[in-house]
């Protein structure tokens, strides 16, 4: 059993930063060994991979709209991962949970982890 929680988010005005953190409280051996990372949804939205980490290679992946302002980094020791959020635009807005699981329940069209923090707000004004 994994159980991530999420901390962080708010709101900000176009153009400014905020941070999302996620800790394991509680983990399996098998932790470490997930690939673990961020989605999002927006109001009326799908649910979209935005981050997430494959612990063997260790080079984050960023869907195209995020790259060069959101950055994925990990504190191992604390088993919490992070989400730095710069430049953040109106369309950033959403709720972002963080989710860890198999890297193979990671990459498709579908992608499914099974373990979920409770879910942050994001809220970006113009």
């Known amino acids: 059993q994994v159980r991530l929680v999420e901390s962080g988010g708010g709101s900000v005005q176009t153009g400014g930063s905020l941070s999302v953190s996620c800790a394991a409280s509680?983990?399996?051996?098998?932790?470490?060994?997930?690939?673990r990372g961020w989605f999002r949804q927006a109001p009326g939205k799908e649910r979209e991979r935005v981050a997430y980490?494959?612990?063997?290679?260790?080079?984050?992946y960023y869907i195209d709209s995020v790259k060069g302002r959101f950055t994925l980094s990990e504190d191992n020791a604390k088993n919490t991962m992070y989400l730095q959020m710069n430049n953040l635009r109106p369309e950033d807005t959403a709720m972002y949970y963080c989710?860890?699981?198999?890297?193979?329940?990671?990459?498709?069209?579908?992608?499914?982890?099974?373990?979920w923090g409770q879910g942050t707000r994001v809220t970006v004004s113009s």
């Open positions: 509680e983990y399996t051996y098998t932790y470490p060994f997930y690939c």
């Open positions: 989710a860890a699981d198999d890297c193979q329940k990671w990459i498709g069209a579908n992608p499914s982890p099974t373990y």
């Open positions: 980490i494959n612990p063997v290679g260790k080079t984050p």
